[in-house]
């Protein structure tokens, strides 16, 4: 079962929203199927989530949704510079989340302010590879990363209480982080037989340490919070961010004339992953127990397996059924799901053998998870949803 070139080629990128994530702050999935293709290309693409997140305070009262739109793109170009050497260069959006609960009660909202969350990244990776022959491609690179946050609590799910006695609250603690740049580093190892459309490859990615420069203020930005720690004033604090490492393998081979089966496994080291601000970790204390502002209990796996199929010369199309397990339950209020199960359709347009149009959809059945705050549960999101949508342009020159 011989494929063509061209056919290989396009059918290696798949379903362009095969890269929508949803647990933890994972969103791209860290994909570098770009450099894997033959020859000189290029691509940009971009991916639009609308989750539907709603639940029940812990008094039983409706949480409207609180999750918003988002969207993020991606761009890669690859050259084969010689026989044996290809560059690459990669750029996503790796992690973020976007959420704002609506002013209804005052179980997430004060003083006509609802709990939001709003945190940015972006992520550049060069990429060097070897090919000893056709067979195997052997790549490395450095990987740039910015990260930058804005997040605010509002609301009596953020009271601390001990033995029905109230200590205080959170309510009214906001935090934002500068954009700062930190670097890691990825390692992988491809191996290929284009004759029957066979390709598998696994990709490491180094965690990236982040120390943010970091402004706190607490009651609704009146006091910032050096003050309230007697520091000088204009103390700046610096919190510390280590995105996680994580692990992609990647399948596909040829099943039947113009008929490719592939998958896609991840694991993301979500449980390490803890970001405590000092003025934060400071007031929580005195409190009663410090807290984390995000935190996960476990690791995340997720799966995605699919069939592409090729109708003609210029048409074809992909579906894939996905799977992932989130990062732990309960889980933080500024991102109540827990995994996801997904299906999603695409289809691509060749209208000459050196570019191709792809769009897809693909609808998630988000899991249904706990929100906590201080170890306290203090609502329940249920029967959720989401709905994705992706465009890419790929061009080889």
Same mark, same amino acid.
């Given at each position: 079962?011989?494929?063509?070139?061209?056919?290989?080629?396009?059918?290696?990128?798949?379903?362009?929203?095969?890269?929508?994530?949803?647990?933890?702050?994972?969103?791209?999935?860290?994909?570098?199927?770009?450099?894997?293709?033959?020859?000189?290309?290029?691509?940009?693409?971009?991916?639009?989530?609308?989750?539907?997140?709603?639940?029940?305070?812990?008094?039983?009262?409706?949480?409207?949704?609180?999750?918003?739109?988002?969207?993020?793109?991606?761009?890669?170009?690859?050259?084969?510079?010689?026989?044996?050497?290809?560059?690459?260069?990669?750029?996503?959006?790796?992690?973020? *989340?976007?959420?704002?609960?609506?002013?209804?009660?005052?179980?997430?909202?004060?003083?006509?302010?609802?709990?939001?969350?709003?945190?940015?990244?972006?992520?550049?990776?060069?990429?060097?590879?070897?090919?000893?022959?056709?067979?195997?491609?052997?790549?490395?690179?450095?990987?740039?990363?910015?990260?930058?946050?804005?997040?605010?609590?509002?609301?009596?799910?953020?009271?601390?209480?001990?033995?029905?006695?109230?200590?205080?609250?959170?309510?009214?603690?906001?935090?934002?982080?500068?954009?700062?740049?930190?670097?890691?580093?990825?390692?992988?190892?491809?191996?290929?037989?284009?004759?029957?459309?066979?390709?598998?490859?696994?990709?490491?990615?180094?965690?990236?340490?982040?120390?943010?420069? %970091?402004?706190?203020?607490?009651?609704?930005?009146?006091?910032?919070?050096?003050?309230?720690?007697?520091?000088?004033?204009?103390?700046?604090?610096? %919190?510390?961010?280590?995105?996680?490492?994580?692990?992609?393998?990647?399948?596909?081979?040829?099943?039947?004339?113009?008929?490719?089966?592939?998958?896609?496994?991840?694991?993301?080291?979500?449980?390490?992953?803890?970001? %405590?601000?000092?003025?934060? *970790?400071?007031?929580?204390?005195?409190?009663?127990?410090?807290?984390?502002?995000?935190?996960?209990?476990?690791?995340?796996?997720?799966?995605?397996?699919?069939?592409?199929?090729?109708?003609?010369?210029?048409?074809?199309?992909?579906?894939?059924?996905?799977?992932?397990?989130?990062?732990?339950?309960?889980?933080?209020?500024?991102?109540?799901?827990?995994?996801?199960?997904?299906?999603?359709?695409?289809?691509?347009?060749?209208?000459?053998?050196?570019?191709?149009?792809?769009?897809?959809?693909?609808?998630?059945?988000?899991?249904?998870?706990?929100?906590?705050?201080?170890?306290?549960?203090?609502?329940?999101?249920?029967?959720?949803? *989401?709905?994705?949508?992706?465009?890419?342009?790929?061009?080889?020159?």
């Amino acid at each position: 079962m011989k494929l063509n070139k061209v056919y290989f080629a396009i059918l290696l990128s798949t379903l362009p929203l095969s890269a929508v994530q949803a647990a933890g702050l994972d969103r791209s999935g860290q994909s570098i199927s770009a450099f894997l293709q033959p020859g000189n290309y290029a691509e940009a693409g971009i991916s639009v989530l609308d989750p539907d997140v709603k639940g029940l305070d812990k008094n039983k009262k409706t949480v409207s949704d609180m999750a918003g739109d988002y969207y993020f793109v991606n761009a890669a170009i690859k050259v084969q510079a010689t026989d044996k050497i290809s560059l690459g260069l990669i750029y996503d959006q790796p992690f973020g *989340a976007d959420a704002q609960y609506q002013v209804e009660n005052n179980a997430f909202s004060e003083n006509n302010q609802g709990t939001s969350v709003d945190v940015k990244t972006q992520n550049l990776t060069a990429l060097i590879g070897y090919q000893p022959n056709e067979n195997w491609n052997f790549y490395a690179g450095p990987v740039w990363q910015t990260v930058e946050a804005d997040i605010s609590l509002r609301g009596n799910a953020y009271a601390k209480e001990r033995d029905g006695v109230p200590l205080g609250t959170l309510s009214g603690y906001q935090i934002k982080v500068s954009e700062k740049e930190a670097y890691g580093w990825l390692a992988g190892a491809a191996y290929q037989i284009p004759e029957i459309a066979l390709k598998a490859s696994i990709t490491y990615r180094s965690e990236v340490d982040h120390k943010a420069n %970091t402004s706190e203020t607490f009651g609704f930005g009146t006091v910032q919070g050096s003050d309230a720690l007697g520091l000088p004033k204009g103390t700046t604090f610096k %919190t510390q961010a280590i995105t996680p490492q994580s692990v992609n393998i990647d399948f596909q081979t040829g099943v039947a004339q113009n008929t490719l089966a592939f998958a896609n496994v991840r694991w993301v080291h979500w449980d390490n992953f803890v970001v %405590t601000p000092y003025y934060l *970790a400071t007031l929580t204390q005195a409190l009663g127990k410090k807290q984390n502002l995000i935190d996960y209990s476990d690791d995340q796996w997720s799966a995605n397996i699919g069939i592409g199929h090729k109708f003609n010369d210029k048409w074809s199309a992909t579906t894939a059924i996905g799977w992932d397990s989130g990062a732990g339950n309960p889980v933080t209020t500024l991102g109540p799901t827990e995994g996801y199960w997904s299906v999603g359709l695409g289809g691509q347009y060749s209208p000459a053998e050196n570019y191709f149009i792809q769009a897809g959809v693909k609808y998630f059945w988000l899991g249904d998870a706990q929100a906590q705050t201080g170890g306290e549960v203090k609502g329940s999101f249920e029967d959720n949803h *989401a709905l994705g949508y992706g465009m890419k342009i790929g061009y080889r020159f």
